[in-house]
């Protein structure tokens, strides 16, 4: 007999740690609210890039979530300091970074995929772009480049933003 | 499971004259799903419209609470202005914060016009300069056009579409300006 595919319900979800780097809290409970309604069992936030890097070091999230604009330090920034080759050997470099933004220009979409980003998902954002951008993100085998300076996502890949930004 | 390397001198970081390009490797690492369930995780994974219904529902009870909210975060926006335009730059900051948090969530929220207003009010703030503050007309554009999106949501979409392309185009006939000023 053929094996079921694996369904992307809570019996999966809650072994999930996700990391919510955000520092709207309005968007901190609709994330939250999102995730828990999917069954994710652990859900860290952190309100900027500098806590969410912390975050990322100690609590080795599965999955961060990141807005991209934020003070002192941004999403992008943040990005691109996890995905620096060989700073975070006791951490999990490979986790996958999902930034959600307002932006919605193609240079926008690049500059971010060039930092490391694995997926760009446009706001507003709406529950069926943030289900199937974290189905996508814990069943894809994760293919990275490292170099001397960096280790993540391709940097020449094509990355098309989820969502039409209106 | 263990990680697959490929090296590879083919790509990475583009080589200067007479450097030697760096070392690639390429990683395939097993999926979070594998290396979570092992031999029970059978590939691709199957999305279940159960999830997707309760998400669904959790933003509809949400819906009704952000309406509340909006409605006062645009009589902010309104307060805001005066003292901006004034050099009131906690003023400007919580302005721009709202608008923000508007353009990111009235679209989730059922207020998809309100969304796109906010969104032009960020592009604008984004690259204003002190004189477009202190003028302070085109930002009070944008919010009494938020405050018409939210107080009456089924304005004629015409009519919505031809203000956002004439706040967009007061916006680019700015461009030229703000690539001067630097």
């Known amino acids: 007999m053929t094996a ?65 604009a934020m003070t002192p330090m941004d999403g992008l920034e943040m990005t691109r300091r996890i995905r620096a080759s060989g700073a975070w050997d006791d951490a999990n470099p490979d986790v996958p970074i999902l930034m959600i933004s307002g932006h919605a220009g193609r240079e926008n979409v690049t500059h971010a995929r060039d930092q490391g980003v694995t997926d760009y998902l446009l706001k507003p954002l709406s529950a069926e772009m943030l289900y199937e951008a974290i189905v996508a993100a814990v069943s894809r085998p994760i293919h990275f480049v490292e170099t001397p300076f960096y280790r993540g996502p391709s940097p020449r890949r094509r990355l098309d933003a989820r969502g039409t930004g209106e | 499971m263990t990680q697959q390397i490929v090296h590879s001198r083919l790509a990475g970081r583009e080589a200067a004259a007479g450097e030697t390009p760096p070392d690639v490797r390429f990683i395939r690492v097993p999926s979070i799903a594998e290396r979570k369930l092992g031999p029970d995780y059978t590939a691709p994974m199957r999305l279940d419209p159960r999830v997707l219904d309760k998400m669904q529902t959790t933003i509809r009870k949400l ?40 353009r990111g969530l009235a679209g989730t ?48 979409p015409a009519l919505t579409m031809e203000t956002l392309n004439a706040l967009e185009r007061l916006i680019a006939a700015n461009g030229a300006r703000w690539k001067d000023a630097g």
């Open chain 1, 4 to 68: 079921q595919p694996t369904k992307a319900g809570p019996d999966f979800f809650r072994r999930l740690r996700v990391l919510v780097v955000e520092d709207s809290p309005e968007m901190q409970r609709l994330l939250t609210a999102l995730l828990e309604s999917m069954g994710v069992g652990d859900i860290l936030i952190a309100h900027d890039g500098a806590r969410g890097l912390a975050a990322f070091a100690a609590e080795r999230p599965d999955i961060i979530i990141t807005d991209g």
């Open chain 2, 109 to 156: 929220f059922g207020f998809p016009v309100a969304g796109r207003f906010a969104n032009s009010l960020c592009i604008y703030l984004e690259k204003c300069l002190e004189e477009d503050w202190r003028d302070g007309s085109v930002i009070r554009l944008h919010i009494d056009a938020i405050r018409e999106a939210v107080d009456n949501p089924g304005t004629d």
């Open chain 2, 63 to 102: 819906e009704s609470k952000y309406g509340e909210a909006l409605s006062a975060q645009v009589s902010m926006l309104q307060l805001l202005v005066e003292p901006a335009a004034k050099g009131d730059t906690e003023a400007r900051g919580r302005l721009y914060a709202l608008a923000h948090d508007m």
